[in-house]
């Protein structure tokens, strides 16, 4: 399959700090590609050199099949839009005015798509609102139009959900499916949201401390996903004592909650842990969440 990205044994460091080791991925062309990593595993990092915000320490990578170190580098850039950390809008400017001067710094002759732009992201409403009253979740996706001027066939959002409500979380996902299905453009984005990205992504990179650990396809995901039973309980250590003693295979969430991959006898493990002086508050059923994948990839907690 064609891939619209390659790294190879991409390094970036700063001073002692190894921010990306030897990291090689490949995102397909069509892909919804998701980066997942705690905090400091590298992701902003990586996309900055992507972005070429950055140079890499060491490695390569190709866009489109050009190598970064290429003078057409610059022209296959143009098939790249991004938004990485806040995206640079103009707050007294309305979301159309917004979008007229982007098209203006990247020198398009053409203003027509404009509206139909805002219409992809659902603010054709916004008229002349400045975006110093838009949601949160209306910048972000003004920022996602920003990045759309131009025509990119490739997205590259970092953290696009970060900080969005449930119904801006909803709105945000449904673009970006639209875009990928409707428009054809490869997506690569990074989420802490494990469980918002599982609705997403068609292909996970699992890092860790600047290393690319694992590439997997979501179908690939979902077949490794063991069925399990999810626990919350007042103490974790605990848990883990009384399941250890069980014999039980489980993975630890959180301070308050694991994953069991068995069907535990639900009795004679809650009086278990109630002797051992642990309270469960919930128990149920399900496939192996990604995060609680991702974690039994790197070991530790997920959360950063
Ligand atoms: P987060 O989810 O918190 O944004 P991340 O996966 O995006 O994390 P990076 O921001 O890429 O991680 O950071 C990777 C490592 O590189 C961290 O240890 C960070 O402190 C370090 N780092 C990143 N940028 C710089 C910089 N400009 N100078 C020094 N160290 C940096």
Known sequence: ?????????????????????????????????????????????????????????????????????????????????????????YQDLSAINNLKMQAQVLGLPSQEDLPHLLGLVGLEDTGKKKVRHFSLGMRQRLGIAMALVGSPDFLVLDEPVNGLDPQGIVEMRELLLRLNREKQITILLSSHILDELAR???????????????????????????KCTHVEVSDVAILARVLDGMGLDYTILSS???????????????????????????????????????MSLVGGDARG
Do not use: W
């Open 1 to 89: 399959m064609e891939s619209v990205l390659t790294t190879r044994g991409l390094s970036k460091t700063y001073g002692s700090c190894h921010a990306l080791r030897n990291l090689s991925m490949e995102v397909p062309k069509g892909a919804i590609y998701g980066l997942v990593g705690r905090n400091g595993a590298g992701k902003t990092t990586l996309i900055r050199l992507l972005c070429g915000l950055q140079t890499p320490t060491a490695g390569s990578y190709t866009l489109y099949g050009v190598d970064h170190t290429d003078k057409a580098i610059h022209t296959v850039r143009q098939r790249m839009g991004a938004v990485v950390e806040s995206p640079a809008i």
């Open 200 to 226: 997403l992504a068609t292909h996970y990179g699992f890092m860790d401390r600047g290393r690319m650990v694992q590439q997997i396809t979501a179908s690939q995901v979902e077949a490794a996903c063991r």
């Open 256 to 294: 308050h909650s694991a994953d069991i991959y068995a069907h535990p006898h639900v009795t004679e493990l809650v009086q278990a842990l109630a002797d051992a002086g642990c309270q469960v508050s919930s128990m149920h059923q399900h496939d192996e969440s990604l995060e609680s994948y991702y």
